[in-house]
Each structure stands twice: as structure tokens, then as C-alpha cells.
């Protein structure tokens, strides 16, 4: 079990409030159970950070060490980390771990001081998901109320509730029930990208509001490498954006998503000056499936790998489910 900090692992601090302070051992030590699964546990305090305060730079250090301890090993891994970023950091990992060992992402919305604290049940269903051969080869989960959710669909949906991962697009693949992870579905492919790379990249994510002229649009392509658009509804924006969006995708890489939190962008049904149609006609790129997030995620690791426009917009229609798992443009990568 690696530890990176989050609610899961903080304590009262001097003047109020908690901050991350427990280590990965005394949060293991804490579970009740564990030590009757006969799950032999090993710790790796690797960060004390609010999953708010997550960098690319420590996600990359991260896959080096869930590379290395599968390596030694390990029959799985399990990360505990703050909600905030869980839904973004689930999804880097599931582009990169190669290994057929489980990796499982979770953490806590109740943090150890309150009554109720959802910490150590999480781990310890994180724990048995991970040991569980059942899991093997399906990449990066994220394990929370006893909900199995595949990294590419899950979403924080709720500020405190415990229950507050879920998987709009398709639902948990699965449910931990006395213990053992029980599976109901898979997903039919899992892209990976090339390991390796060191570019830097900077993605952008823009939101479409009501009224919003897009008049700071022009400025974002010196300050960027790449940008997501959160559109409305099945991807559609202000009349007014179109253009800059436009003069935008000659120069960088602008995919279109949708702000909703559930169901894909579409591409031939609207028409109208801003719509879905006529945005990716002025070059944008399908998100498809991907929410805002998980786009901006995939958008960053490939151009970390200098992929240019149709190879990003294949991988998309690869990941995004608009087009074929043969559309992902690095079959080889392991």
C-alpha cells in the first residue's frame, strides 16, 4: 500500500482543522479485519499531501513505484490518497501501469477524527480487491464504498457523501461482498500509452457559461500546448466562441467535451453556428465518452509522447467509445 496523504490520512492540527499526517503503516494499523485475511500488507509512505496539491511530476514518480514494487513481486497495489484528485489520478495510472497486478486507487471522505470514518473500511476492501486474482489485467481501479469502478469512468459526484464515487457512463463493475470482490462487467479494451516519455505539456480546461463572450480565448494558445473545452449539452458553445476555437485548433490540440457528467459528445446531429457539427469542422477533437477531466488527462499524456493531430484524434476515438479499440494508435505500447 502506497500512501500519498488525502482526507483518509489527516489529523486535528494545531488551530482547527486537520491536514495529512498519518502514515501509510498507521493507517494499515488501524483496520480492523485485516489481520484475519491473511493479506500480508507492505507500506510505502510515498507523499503527505492534500490530493489537491498532486503534481504530474509526483504521478510520474508514482507509476516508477508501482512499476517497481509489481517488480518485486507484489500480487497487487493499493494507493490511498485525497478525493479531490482521485477521478484524474485513477485515470494517468490506468494510461500507464502495464503490469497485469491490480492496481487499486482509494481514500476517504470522513476524515479519522469524526465519527464514522470511512478510511479504514475503504482500505480494507481496497486490500481484498487487490489481492483477488479476479482483477488482474483490468488496469486501475478505484475502490470506494464497496464499489469497484474502472479508473476511465469514475467520478466524484458529491462533496461529503461517502457514496460519493460513481460511474454514470456504463455504472461499478463490480460490488466487495463479504470480502470478495465480485465482478458484473468488464470493459472491452484499456489503452495504454507508450512508458517513457519525458516532454512537459500544458492542458488547459475551459468551461462554456452562460453569456461568456470568449474574449480571454485568443490569449490561451502562448500559454498552452493543449485545451479542453466543457461544453454544453452534446457539445455545444457560444456563437462567439467559435471562431477563437477555431483559430485555437490550427495551432494546438482542442478537444470538445461535455460539461453534464454523463453521456458523449455527438458529431452530426446539431448544426447551428457553435454546435457539436460545426466545432469539429473548425478542427476540435471528439471527446466522446471522456468527461472534461479524463480528457485533459489523456490529452497531457499524449502529448508527453509528441503525438500530433491524427494521432490524438484517433486515440480519442479509441478511448472516448465513438469509434473502434483498433482506432488506438499505440497497439504495442506495454
Not at 507500506?43 to 514494487?69: I, K, M, N
Request: net charge negative; with cysteine; charged share 15%.
Amino acid at each position: 500500500m502506497i500512501g500519498l496523504g488525502g482526507t483518509i490520512a489527516m489529523t486535528s492540527a494545531d488551530g482547527g482543522g486537520v491536514v495529512p499526517a498519518l502514515s501509510a503503516r498507521q493507517l494499515v494499523a488501524a483496520v480492523p479485519g485485516l489481520a484475519d485475511t491473511g493479506i500480508q500488507v507492505e507500506v510505502v509512505d510515498f507523499r503527505r499531501v492534500p490530493g489537491a496539491s498532486l503534481t504530474f511530476a509526483d504521478l510520474t514518480a508514482l507509476v516508477d513505484e508501482v512499476h517497481d514494487q509489481c517488480a518485486a513481486g507484489a500480487d497487487g497495489v493499493v494507493i490511498t490518497q485525497g478525493t479531490d484528485t482521485i477521478e484524474e489520478t485513477a485515470y494517468f495510472l490506468d494510461l500507464r501501469h502495464t503490469a497485469p497486478q491490480p492496481l487499486v486507487v482509494t481514500g476517504a471522505m470522513r476524515n479519522p477524527t469524526l465519527a464514522g470514518a470511512d478510511g479504514p473500511a475503504n482500505i480494507l476492501a481496497a486490500i481484498q480487491t487487490a489481492a483477488h486474482p479476479t482483477t488482474r489485467d483490468l488496469g486501475c481501479l478505484v475502490v470506494f464504498n464497496d464499489e469497484i469502478h474502472a479508473a476511465r469512468r469514475a467520478r466524484k459526484t458529491h462533496t461529503t457523501s461517502t457514496a460519493t464515487f460513481a460511474s454514470p457512463d456504463g455504472g461499478p463493475l463490480g460490488y466487495v461482498v463479504e470480502g470478495h470482490p465480485t465482478l458484473l462487467n468488464r470493459l472491452p479494451d484499456r489503452p495504454l500509452l507508450p512508458t517513457g516519455t519525458t516532454r512537459q505539456a500544458r492542458v488547459g480546461l475551459i468551461t462554456a457559461t452562460l453569456g461568456d463572450t470568449g474574449e480571454l480565448l485568443p490569449a490561451l494558445a502562448d500559454h498552452l500546448d493543449g485545451l479542453v473545452v466543457a461544453a454544453f449539452g452534446v457539445g455545444h458553445v457560444p456563437t462567439t466562441w467559435t471562431q477563437p476555437l477555431q483559430d485555437l485548433a490550427a495551432r494546438i490540440p482542442v478537444v470538445l467535451a461535455s460539461r453534464t457528467g454523463s453521456g458523449p459528445t455527438l458529431a452530426n446531429t446539431y448544426a447551428f453556428p457553435g454546435s457539436e457539427h460545426d466545432l469539429l469542422t473548425r478542427g476540435l477533437i471528439r471527446a466522446g465518452f471522456l468527461d472534461p477531466r479524463k480528457a485533459r488527462i489523456l490529452l497531457h499524456g499524449l502529448l508527453t509522447t509528441g503525438a500530433d493531430h491524427r494521432t490524438t484524434t484517433a486515440a480519442f476515438e479509441a478511448a472516448g467509445g465513438h469509434g473502434s479499440p483498433q482506432d488506438w494508435p499505440y497497439p504495442n505500447a506495454r
